[in-house]
């Protein structure tokens, strides 16, 4: 999949915190996904690391003064200013979005930021007094009326040794703003559930039945969704994988507790996406001490989970709402069965797996779909990356929407 960010001219603004170091990496991040980096920095920022570690590391030249005599451009605010697709400043210090919002001119970075009509994003890092001192919060609000995106920073041990908000975010949670700052916002205001990951059946303290889900797929489609603008429910089974940024993520464990938390949740949603693998069954009883191991066998009483993607179905009202998106796990007939869901559930649209193949289904970085949405309409997918295949769901869910 081409990056998103191939060929993009990103103007990179750093002003003098300690923070400086944290965006070398954001910008070799950037540089690696294709994006055109330029950077430009505040005398202060030159203080905590050089110029050069940046132009290495974007590969362009990095700019530091309004006059400066070598660029052999005498408005070189403006031209960079007028070239780029996206305006970042990390870190920003309480002082440069002071400047920012009262509009000074004083130095490069807060020239370029006034001449510029890019979308502008505004990462503050600084000790959490000056942080949460009236004056920066009132020139962040100003700020966010010029449509400048800010984004917040975190709360956690600060390089002065205080501890509060202040700490510039981590790269990961850069990358999502990043990303989202060039997807088309068309889930602005939809509440999406997705739940991922496998359920775990317990039948004493120390085992479960369960599959082999890793949830790599719910939380491709959770990250895709929040960068289309939507506000996200994510609620996985047993997973490794951390958060994703800006998503509201609720763990559960059995398919009980699943259900429990989305019948919860539905009523706020517009849309529920079940890509977790459910458990169809669980052991009836849970033994109290851990099943000794003697006899050949155990006798386990096994009972059916509720199918809440079908309960879901059923509850469906007039209005259609929540939209409704089910997967189906295939080894074999995978339209038949597909189709039988799709009916059998009441669904929009089902998404259908093929866990066969190599590459495809649990566990694995690649998908191979096809899609039968409720007038039958069949969209065959290739093998795609997860993350390919996410997108292209939701392009067809916003398409239903409408
Ligand atoms: O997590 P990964 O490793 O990335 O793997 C992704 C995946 C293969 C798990 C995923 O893409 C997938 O196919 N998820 C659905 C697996 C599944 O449970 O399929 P199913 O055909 O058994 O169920 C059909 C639908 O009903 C699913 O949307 C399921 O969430 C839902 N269901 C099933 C049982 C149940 N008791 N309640 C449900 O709501």
């Excluded at 974007?58 to 070598?70: A, K, L, Q």
């Excluded at 920012?100 to 502008?120: E, H, I, T």
Aim: net charge negative; with cysteine; charged share 25%.
């Amino acid at each position: 999949m081409k990056s998103l960010l191939a060929d993009k001219k990103i103007l990179f603004g750093i002003s003098g915190s300690i923070a400086v170091y944290k965006a070398a990496e954001w910008v070799r991040e950037l540089a690696k996904t294709g994006a055109d980096v330029t950077v430009v920095m505040t005398d202060a920022a030159t203080r905590f690391v050089s110029s050069l570690t940046f132009a290495t590391l974007s590969g362009n030249r990095v700019y530091t003064g309004m006059f400066e005599s070598d660029a052999g451009e005498n408005v070189t605010h403006i031209n960079l200013a007028r070239e780029c697709d996206l305006f970042i400043i990390a870190p920003a210090t309480a002082q440069t979005i002071a400047k920012l919002a009262n509009g000074f001119a004083d130095n490069l970075l807060s020239s370029l930021a006034l001449a510029s009509r890019a979308k502008m994003l505004v990462f503050p890092a600084m000790n959490s007094n000056m942080y949460s001192h009236a004056a920066t919060q009132a020139n962040l609000a100003r700020l966010k009326e010029y449509e400048y995106s800010i984004i917040e920073p975190d709360e956690g041990m600060l390089a002065c040794g205080d501890e509060g908000v202040g700490r510039l975010v981590e790269w990961g949670v850069a990358r999502e703003a990043i990303l989202s700052s060039f997807t088309p916002q068309d889930l602005e205001e939809q509440t999406v559930i997705i739940t991922a990951g496998p359920t775990c059946e317990p039948f004493d303290p120390a085992r479960h039945m369960s599959n082999r889900s890793s949830g790599k797929m719910g939380f491709a489609l959770a990250r895709s969704a929040k960068r289309r603008g939507a506000k996200v429910i994510l609620i996985s089974g047993p997973t490794s994988l951390g958060a994703p940024s800006g998503v509201e993520m609720i763990n559960v464990t059995s398919a009980l507790q699943m259900h429990e938390v989305v019948m919860e949740n539905y009523n706020n949603a517009d849309i529920v996406v079940m890509s977790a693998a459910v458990s169809d069954y669980r052991p009836e009883k849970i033994a109290e001490q851990k099943i000794k191991k003697g006899s050949d066998s155990i006798d386990l009483e096994i009972v059916p989970n509720p199918d809440i993607l079908k309960e879901l179905g059923k509850r469906k009202d007039k209005t259609k709402r929540p939209l409704l998106v089910g997967f189906a796990a295939e080894s074999s007939d995978h339209l038949e069965e597909g189709k039988r869901k799709l009916k059998e559930k009441n669904l929009d649209l089902i998404v259908i797996n093929d866990i066969i193949g190599k590459d495809t289904g649990f566990g694995t970085d690649t998908n191979q779909v096809n899609l039968i949405d409720r007038d039958y309409q069949l969209e065959k997918l290739p093998l795609l990356a997860k993350e390919e295949c996410a997108y292209i769901i939701w392009d067809k869910i916003v398409k239903l929407l409408q």
